[in-house]
C-alpha cells in the first residue's frame, strides 16, 4: 500500500456523516451555490493537520494527486502538506512550490482552502519580490483567485506594509460575491489594527461606495460611535 493511499484510507476512516451534513450544508455546496458539487466527509480542520503531520514527507506529486481529488478534504490536506513542505524548503524549493500553486489554482476552490494556504504560500513568496501575480489573480474572473489576490497580503500587513492590500481592496471594491466583500473587510481590518490612520483614510475616500458586508467587516472593531459615522452612508 503507498503511502498516499494509507493518508486517504485514513482520512475515510475518520468520515463523520453527520458533520458531513453540517458542512456541505456550510460551505454551500447545493445546486447554483459556491461550492455546487464539493463532496465532503466531515472531518474538522485540526484532525486534517493531525493525520498531515503524519504524512509529512509525502512527495510533491502525491500531494498533486490529493488536490485534484473531488473530495473537500483530501485537497485541504494537500493544501497543509503543501504549506509545510513550502516552510521548510529552500529557495529553489520554495519557487517550485508557489509555481505549483498558482498552476492548481482551479482545486484551490473554496474560502478556506484559500485562507488557510494563499498567505502562506503566495503572500509569503512575494514578500521580497515583484508582485504582479497578485495583480493578475485579483482581475481574474474566477472568485477563488480573486479571495486569493486580497487573502495573500495578510502576509504583507504583518511586515506593516500595505500598500497592495490597499491597491487590491480598490480593485475588488465593486466585485459583486460576498465572499470578496468579506475577504477585502477582514484585510482592511487588519491593516487598521496595525496603522488605523491608513484603514481611516482608505474608508474616508471608499466608504460610501463599498459593500455593507464589505464596510461592516473592515469597522468592526471601530467604537460605536465611529462605526456608526461610517454606517451612515
Known amino acids: 500500500m503507498s503511502t498516499l493511499t494509507e493518508l486517504q ?32 466527509l466531515g472531518i474538522k480542520v485540526p484532525t486534517q493537520r493531525k493525520v498531515a503531520n503524519k504524512y509529512k514527507t509525502l512527495p510533491l506529486t502525491e500531494i498533486q494527486t490529493l488536490l485534484q481529488s473531488d473530495i473537500h478534504e483530501y485537497r485541504l490536506t494537500a493544501l497543509i502538506l503543501l504549506a509545510n513542505h513550502y516552510n521548510k524548503a529552500d529557495a529553489t524549493q520554495k519557487q517550485e512550490i508557489f509555481v505549483f500553486y498558482t498552476h492548481h489554482t482551479q482545486h484551490i476552490n473554496n474560502w478556506d482552502l484559500v485562507d488557510i494556504s494563499a498567505p502562506k504560500i503566495i503572500g509569503d513568496y512575494l514578500l521580497n519580490k515583484p508582485r504582479d501575480t497578485l495583480y493578475q489573480l485579483a482581475r481574474s474572473t474566477n472568485l477563488w483567485e480573486k ?20 491597491k487590491i481592496a480598490e480593485i475588488l471594491l465593486n466585485d459583486e460575491h460576498d465572499l470578496i466583500h468579506k475577504a477585502v473587510g477582514w484585510m482592511l481590518r487588519e491593516v487598521g489594527k496595525r496603522d488605523r490612520s491608513v484603514e481611516e483614510t482608505f474608508l474616508n475616500q471608499h466608504y460610501q461606495q463599498m459593500p455593507r458586508t464589505m464596510l461592516r467587516y473592515a469597522i468592526e472593531k471601530f467604537d460605536d460611535k465611529k462605526r456608526k459615522f461610517y454606517l451612515k452612508k
Open 147 to 166: 479571495r486569493m489576490a486580497i487573502v495573500a497580503t495578510m502576509i504583507f500587513i504583518k511586515h506593516n506594509d500595505f500598500d497592495d492590500t490597499l
Open 9 to 40: 484510507t485514513e482520512l475515510q476512516q475518520l468520515a463523520e456523516p453527520t458533520q458531513k451534513e453540517i458542512l456541505q450544508r456550510f460551505f454551500k455546496t447545493g445546486k447554483g451555490e459556491y461550492g455546487e458539487g464539493d463532496i465532503f
